[in-house]
């Protein structure tokens, strides 16, 4: 019986350390992904509200 439940709890904890480790690779991927559109002025201006109410965004 405890091997039975070691092979399951195995396989179970597998699982779950795949889809961890998929969670971390897509939020780096959004993170990444959002810091590359932040750097597009008219993007960050659309996305970021306190950018539009600053008023002039910071010059070259």
């Known amino acids: 019986m405890t091997s ?3 092979e399951r709890f195995r396989r179970f904890s597998q699982r779950i350390e795949k889809v961890i480790i998929a969670g971390i690779v897509i939020c780096f991927i959004v993170m990444v992904g959002s810091e590359l559109l932040f750097q597009f002025d008219p993007v960050r201006a659309f ?3 306190t950018q539009r109410l600053e008023g002039v965004s910071e010059a070259p």
Do not use: A
Request: glycine share 0%; no cysteine; net charge neutral.
């Open 4 to 6: 039975r439940y070691n």
């Open 47 to 49: 996305l970021i509200e």
